[in-house]
């Protein structure tokens, strides 16, 4: 009992300085916690499985993953988190019949391949995935549940709209002008705002029989709200979804499941993401304009985390731009922090001479600290992850310069623990904890050997490496040794020659050093 509460108490301390942006309001506001729950629920929209993913889609889920982790890891907010896959749908079943294949088998091909894609871009899966077909019956009654209240009507194809008029706060996430009934158009749909909750089936079309209205299949924004309040009931902690949702479907959403549970607001948190744009365009990447990257395209030109890199350097609300040039700014970013990694990792390993300097280390942990607060408070505003990685950068940089400033033969010290290794160590392993935080896989403590080897032929190749840098430091000591221009410039060319083959080469006195650089760009 007294850990329970004394979690409690650690979750809301933590949390207490977060401030998230309200669209109904249009600022921002504290966070909001229910300390009557042992748990956070966090709804996403998923996608609507009739096609592959593109990569607009991946920057909703990367930068709504990024949120959750921080959730998760800086605020410690015990989540649960689910998602939709809306697997029947007008596009589904024009597809299907396109390509003369059952229309359930298509759902679930493009379901699996988007699971897979959600891997492969380092995207923790939702603790529950909830597909609509699955949950019909529910849906049904909760259709059935919006009629009896009175806020539904039933048309006389056997179609179910909401009325709108009927709930006075419609138009809370997005103004919206509310026409007068078209008193002539009886037995149909009576206003051009309300929206359909059940369709009626149609000849050759899938449907599912419901009482008390007509054969048929969900609408889209039912779906949601009922999947949600089965998961979760009457009040929602955190629903996300692309900005592009906002209206009609999340403002649908929160509209009826308001009036379906009595309550004034069913969403404490709405988080909406940034659209995706190719760099010069305004417009979003959308499969109807095709101008789309697919995921698979973006992933044999660049690592999930450079794409995830991509999403840091921008605020979660904001457009993102795709394009050569920014793709080129996040691998280098990515790159820094590599290249900081092997600096850190020849210092601490006794590769570089380790001095000692109180002044330089007082300095360095004066910086750790410093950044630790920044982090904190760009975090608890509204998520803002480009100034952490930034401040984050600076500190590299910081424990650069000591490593790497000329020894001065004043700075020695014979005694033991005197060196400047424990600051090091400290900011390394600090920056590492971030960078891994906001889900940058190859941050981790294995990126210091270079590679991650997971193959036969990795590993070869590592093992190559390693003899031919063993073998140019054997040159290079010889050529020292003996003041040899020649063998010099032979250990000059090979270094520039790997460097061609993105293998980064550094000397530390005596020995010598090697990482991989991010892939060339094309």
């Known amino acids: 009992m ?49 096609d592959s993913a593109h990569i607009g889609h991946a920057s909703c889920y990367v930068r709504l993953d990024i ?27 024009v597809r299907a019949q396109e390509q003369q294949i ?4 298509l759902a679930r091909q493009y379901e699996d391949e988007f699971w897979s894609d959600l891997k492969r871009l380092n995207v923790r899966l939702p603790d529950v995935k909830l597909r609509v077909t699955d949950h019909i019956p529910a849906i049904i009654r ?7 209240k009175g806020f539904a009507y039933t048309t006389i194809d056997g179609s179910v709209y909401f009325e709108t008029s009927k709930y006075e706060r419609y138009g809370k996430l997005q103004k919206v002008v509310i026409e007068p ?54 009040k929602l902690d955190f629903h996300a979804g692309g900005l592009d949702l906002r209206f009609p479907h999340h403002e649908n959403e929160e509209t009826q499941s308001c009036c379906y549970h009595n309550v004034p607001d069913w969403v404490t948190h709405w988080l909406h993401t940034g659209q995706l744009h190719h760099e010069g365009q305004t417009h979003k990447m959308s499969k109807s304009l095709k101008n789309t990257v697919s995921i698979n395209e973006l992933l044999k030109d660049y690592s999930a985390d450079e794409f995830r890199m991509l999403c840091l350097l921008s605020h979660y609300r904001n457009v993102i731009e795709y394009g050569p040039e920014a793709m080129v700014t996040a691998r280098n970013v990515l790159q820094k922090f590599k290249s900081f990694f092997s600096d850190s990792k020849a210092y601490v390993d006794g590769l570089k001479p380790a001095t000692y300097d109180a002044a330089s280390t007082d300095s360095l942990l004066a910086k750790l600290s410093e950044t630790r607060s920044s982090v904190v408070q760009f975090l608890n505003n509204d998520f803002n ?29 014979s005694l033991i623990g005197s060196t400047n290794v424990g600051a090091v160590l400290a900011a390394t392993e600090y920056i590492r904890e971030e960078l891994l935080s906001y889900g940058l896989e190859s941050m981790g403590k294995q990126s210091t ?4 080897s997971t193959s036969e032929t990795e590993q070869s190749l590592e093992k190559l490496i390693e003899t031919i840098v063993s073998t140019r430091s054997e040159i290079r000591l010889q050529a020292v040794a003996t003041k040899d221009a020649q063998l010099f410039k032979v250990c000059d060319l090979l270094r520039d020659r790997m460097s061609v083959a993105n293998v980064e080469l550094k000397d530390h006195g005596k020995t010598s050093s090697w990482s991989f650089r991010g892939r060339s760009t094309k």
Not at 69 to 93: C, E
Request: hydrophobic fraction near 35%.
């Open 449 to 452: 050997q270079y590679i991650q």
């Open 385 to 413: 992850t480009a100034n952490p990685v930034l401040a984050l950068g600076e500190l590299a940089s910081s424990v650069q310069r000591l490593i790497n400033s000329p020894q001065q033969s004043a700075s020695h010290s």
């Open 2 to 50: 007294f850990l329970r509460l004394f979690r409690k108490y650690s979750t809301a301390k933590l949390a207490q300085d977060l401030r998230l942006y309200d669209g109904r309001l249009k600022e921002k506001v504290p966070l909001q916690i229910h300390q009557s729950k042992p748990y956070i629920s966090f709804y996403t929209c998923g996608p609507t499985v009739y």
């Open 102 to 105: 059952n229309w359930e088998q």
């Open 181 to 234: 009934a078209n008193e002539s158009n009886k037995g149909y749909k009576r206003h051009p705002s309300d929206f359909a909750l059940w369709k009626a089936s149609k000849a050759g079309e899938p449907y599912w029989v419901a009482s008390g209205f007509g054969d048929g299949r969900p609408g889209w924004h039912i779906e949601c709200s009922t999947l949600a309040s089965h998961l979760f009931g009457n």
């Open 142 to 148: 909760f259709v059935q549940t919006l009629v009896e």
């Open 67 to 93: 949120l959750q982790r921080i959730l998760r890891h800086h605020f410690q907010l015990p989540l649960v988190t689910a998602m939709n896959i809306t697997d029947i749908d007008d596009k589904i079943i």
